[in-house]
């Protein structure tokens, strides 16, 4: 049996940028077609809509001139619109070279919205088709608002197609616009278009109003469709596209199909566009969420050390990512000794009793246990010398005046040896920072670890006494890691969280040696 390909359009740019609040410059929007092309090795993209400022227009003069020099000239393409050819002639002039035509696939849309019967809608596509062939561009249709035209007109539709079928087309593409299929509907729909098109293509645009994107692409390629409509992180209007990541898992594991996509990547782009739009990707987004190859109950942990039974095809290796195990109440010994074993620490059984116990005290507090705070926990439970740590805060003040910037002096002890410094910085936080990077610079001569993340939350209640925990993710030495603190402020917290951190590396510093220290620049 052949093993079907799958041809994969990522609209990310173009559908994608339809995010409340989502906006690409030039610069990010080549940055996120090279990753798309080149690293995901996605078929083909889709950039921008035609005619909606100068900078999207910058924007795609300045992708199709890369795709150009790169050979991916056929790859790139835009959404344009039946309007005369004024579509037509702004992203030919832009250097895009495949124009993908937005016309109506219901009567509704076509009557109401246009104020056009069938037959001059007709009429006005297939003379934008002709006028862009004519132009030497690529076409494909979109024909908008597809679903709820089969469901109420599917005469329209037929119509539609039994007219164009015949003109430069390369693929005729079924949006739901609305977001209205189910998975039965949609395979019932995409069937009827196959069986009574054979020898058209057909590409399916998912939008996951129902949470069903990802099921009804999977139902429009079991139809027969060869074509399907994604995004990073499902990002899209409303509730957003069918996400590639899960599109592209369901392809593979469920239905057998092959695609180009190389998965291990998905998780890289993933956190690239994160980074780009603002757009946080839910802890429990399948394939790319910070959760999902997280075992929390330890009786999983402990099916996963007996021939993996907790195991599932979604294995995180092939994303590019690991499986690690949280730390609470119901994780159990289970998922300590698997933190544990990463760190290279072995305890006997009544240790592990009494820090199984302090881990689930802990998660009752609602703090976050994380694999770094274990040291510190089997420390705390083992009595043993928290002052025997290498770095101590030994004094600290923080000032804030209006009219003035933010002031810190830190005293601080490391190794044995005490620092002072004062700095002024752009908030109380940034001020002890500042402070604390030049005694690290300046007096040590080393390299400080880079803060890449910062992230505050509070107990929901909205009492102003509650306790705030801020996580922080540093990189140092190409090693990523995250610390938390909890307090009633703040700013104490956030330095709870910087002094975990610093005991950390220097406890790492103290047992490679000197040699690994890195000299500041």
């Known amino acids: 049996m052949t093993t079907r390909t799958v041809e994969i359009l990522d609209t990310t740019l173009r559908d994608g940028e339809q995010t409340s609040g989502v906006s690409f410059n030039a610069r990010e929007k080549l940055s996120i077609a090279r990753l798309l092309l080149e690293e995901l090795r996605v078929n083909r993209i889709e950039i921008a809509s035609a005619r909606v400022s100068q900078g999207e227009e910058q924007a795609v003069r300045a992708i199709a001139e890369w795709a150009s020099g790169k050979g991916y000239a056929d790859r790139v393409e835009a959404l344009g619109f039946i309007d005369g050819g004024v579509s037509v002639e702004w992203l030919w002039t832009a250097g895009c070279r495949v124009v993908n035509l937005l016309a109506k696939g219901s009567r509704k849309h076509c009557e109401e919205q246009l104020r056009r019967t069938p037959a001059e809608h007709l009429s006005d596509v297939r003379a934008e088709i002709l006028r862009a062939a004519e132009r030497g561009m690529g076409v494909n249709l979109y024909l908008e608002d597809w679903s709820n035209g089969m469901r109420r007109s599917p005469d329209y539709v037929y119509a539609m197609l039994d007219a164009l ?29 196959t069986t009574r098109y054979p020898s058209l293509r057909f590409d399916f645009h998912a939008h996951n109003d129902y949470d069903l994107a990802v099921a009804n692409t999977a139902a429009a390629v079991r139809a027969g469709f060869g074509g399907v409509h994604v995004t990073i992180n499902g990002l899209g209007e ?14 593979h594991d469920r239905l057998g199909c092959r695609t180009d996509i190389d998965e291990s990547r998905i998780y890289r782009v993933s956190r690239t566009v994160e980074s780009h739009t603002g757009v946080r990707i839910p ?71 009494k820090v199984t116990e302090r881990v689930v005290e802990l998660s009752d507090k609602k703090e976050l246990v994380t ?60 001020a002890f920072m500042r402070a604390l990077r030049q005694i690290y610079r300046e007096q040590l001569g080393r390299r400080f670890p880079m803060l890449r993340d910062y992230a505050v939350s509070i107990p929901p209640g909205g ?30 917290a956030a330095i709870k969280a910087t002094v975990k951190m610093l005991n950390i590396i220097e406890t790492n510093h103290m047992n490679h040696g000197n040699q690994d220290c890195i000299v500041a620049r």
């Not at 409303?238 to 392809?251: F, I, K, Q």
């Open 238 to 251: 409303r509730a957003g596209n069918a996400p590639l990541s899960s599109t592209v898992a369901v392809l």
């Open 165 to 193: 079928a015949g003109l430069p087309v390369r693929r005729f593409m079924c949006p739901d616009t609305l977001g209205v299929l189910d998975p039965c509907d949609t395979e019932r729909f995409c069937r009827e278009m």
């Open 283 to 353: 802890a429990n987004r399948p394939i790319v969420g910070a959760n999902v190859f997280t075992q929390c109950a330890g009786v999983h942990a402990d099916g996963d050390n007996k021939n993996g039974l907790y195991f599932n095809e979604l294995l995180p290796e092939r994303f590019g990512r690991v499986r690690e195990y949280a730390l609470g109440k119901t994780s159990g010994k289970a998922n300590i000794l698997k933190n544990l074993e990463v760190l290279g620490i072995e305890l006997d059984e009544a240790a592990m009793r």
């Open 371 to 430: 694999l770094d705070d274990l040291p510190y926990i089997v420390a705390d439970v083992l009595r043993y010398d928290q002052t025997d740590a290498p770095v101590r805060i030994l004094n600290y003040s923080l000032s804030l005046a209006q009219g003035l910037r933010p002031v810190a002096t830190l005293r601080i002890e490391i190794h044995g040896e005490q620092y002072e410094q004062t700095s002024a910085g752009d908030g109380q936080y940034d």
């Open 463 to 492: 009492r102003t006494d509650a306790f705030v925990q801020t996580i922080i993710t540093w990189e140092s030495e190409g090693r990523t890691f995250r610390t938390h603190g909890l307090d009633a402020d703040q700013t104490e």
